[in-house]
C-alpha cells in the first residue's frame, strides 16, 4: 500500500505543488502526495505550473487547498516547506511524523528562483521522503 504525505505551506499555490508534483512524479511507486495551505489562495502560481508543464511534471488534479479539506486523510508523514524566517508555518493535528524543510518562495520573482526551487526540492526533500516511506 502506498503511504501518504502532505506537503504543507501557507498559500498552497508554488513550492507545496511543485513538491506535490515531483513526489508523485518520481516516488509515485511507493508514495502519493497532496499538498495544502493553511491559507490557501485558491489558483496555482502561474509561472509554477507552466514550469511544471515543461517538466512534464504537471496534472490538472494538481489545485492550491485549504487545509480542512485534508484534515481527515490519515498521513504517514507531514512536511513543511514554508522558510521560518517568513511565514509562519502550520501544524497538521493528526500527523504521525512532521518534518520541516524550508524552501524560498519564489513567487513574484524571475522565472530562474522558480527552476531553483524546484532544484532544491528535488535534490533535498525527495531523498529524505524516499528514506521515511520507500524503504
Given amino acids: 500500500m502506498k503511504k501518504n504525505v502532505l506537503i504543507l505551506c501557507t498559500g498552497n499555490s508554488c513550492r507545496s505543488i511543485m513538491a506535490e508534483a515531483l513526489i508523485n512524479a518520481k516516488l509515485g511507486e511507493c508514495v ?3 499538498s495544502s495551505g493553511v491559507k490557501a489562495s485558491g489558483k496555482v502560481n502561474p509561472t509554477a505550473q507552466a514550469l511544471l508543464e515543461k517538466q512534464g511534471l504537471w496534472k490538472d488534479a494538481y489545485h492550491s487547498k485549504v487545509i480542512e479539506t485534508v484534515l481527515d486523510t490519515a498521513f504517514d508523514l507531514v512536511v513543511t516547506v514554508c522558510d521560518n524566517a517568513k511565514e509562519t508555518c502550520p501544524m497538521f493535528p493528526k500527523a504521525i511524523k512532521t ?11 524571475e522565472d530562474e528562483e522558480y527552476l531553483k526551487a524546484l532544484e532544491l526540492i528535488n535534490k533535498n526533500l525527495l531523498p529524505i521522503i524516499k528514506k521515511e516511506l520507500c524503504s
Fill in 99 to 109: 518534518i520541516h524543510m524550508g524552501f524560498e518562495d519564489p513567487s513574484g520573482k
Fill in 32 to 34: 502519493e502526495a497532496q
